[in-house]
């Protein structure tokens, strides 16, 4: 898989993928190991993009295969604003759903020995 990246956007296959509704190239692009919550110069996923384009599939496609729902992005946007944004209710709903589900899981989930901080 390239590591091409558009200057001016930091977009990579990924994120085109996305903004255009493609999940078999996403399966493509995932399988030969890019990641699916690689971030572009506006800090923008790939769940972004699908979610600002209204691309129901791709965006579904995204969260079963591991994307994050409520990173912001620099305008400090989570995917579900952005479909929001661009009148796509229905799918702003089941991004925001589907968010809380990902939160109440890292909110249950035990810290690693490794990430326990000692207080003075």
Known sequence: VTLYSDELTGMMPIH????WGNPKCLEVLVRHGCNVNQLDSMNCSPVHHAARNGHNETVEWLMKNG????????????PADLALANNFPDLADVIRREAKKQLKELESKPLHPSDSIELL
Do not use: M, R
Request: proline content about 0%.
């Open 16 to 19: 085109a993928a996305a903004a």
């Open 67 to 78: 994307a994050s729902l409520v990173e912001l992005n620099l305008f400090g946007q989570k």
